[in-house]
């Protein structure tokens, strides 16, 4: 099977308007899109997805801004009977993708840039568009296998394949 990846724009990317940008650079590169479905995935869900850090001190904090989105919490709304309610305005949308192609997991990493957005070279998404570590934007893939793991979380009915007729134009 060709080589594929898991890709996710998490809600700060999602919130800000930056999927088209991601999808745009994975594409302009030549990776093939498979799948992309906007998820709400719960608490346990990302606890799984994120389960090899689980350790780690920044867990908690990571699992919130994946659930939470970093947008503004409390919104102040005059419902249709003037009253008046303060409302908890949340957006955890994630936007989970897979892309297919020769060495699109490493590559795709590259694409992304480095964990922390700071350290990440211009041309880089985490490098163009991002400053803090908590709100890098997006995730991949670090290894075929743990693509493969996730694309089943993410995905658990499965992903299409199918040929493209510019692939000979790009292989
Ligand atoms: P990702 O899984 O999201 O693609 O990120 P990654 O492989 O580049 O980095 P990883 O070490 O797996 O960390 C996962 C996410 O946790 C947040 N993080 N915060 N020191 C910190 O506060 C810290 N370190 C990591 C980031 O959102 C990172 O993408």
Known sequence: ??????????????????????IKRFENKGFQLLAL???????????????????????????????SGPVVRNLLMITYDNAIQLRKKQTPLEVAMVWQGKGV????????????????LPGTIRGDFAIDVGRNICHGSDSVESA?????????????SHKRVTDSLIY
């Open 37 to 67: 479905e906007l998820q709400k995935p719960s608490r346990e869900h990302l606890e799984k997805h994120y389960s090899d850090l689980s350790a780690k001190p920044f867990f908690a904090g990571l699992i919130n801004y994946m659930t």
């Open 148 to 160: 493969e793991k996730e694309i089943a979380l993410w995905f658990p009915n499965g992903v299409l």
């Open 105 to 120: 997991v490493k590559a795709g990493r590259v694409l992304l840039g480095e964990t922390n957005p700071l350290a990440s």
């Open 1 to 22: 099977m060709a080589e594929r990846t898991y890709i996710m724009v998490k809600p700060d990317g999602v919130d800000r308007g930056l999927v088209g940008e991601v």
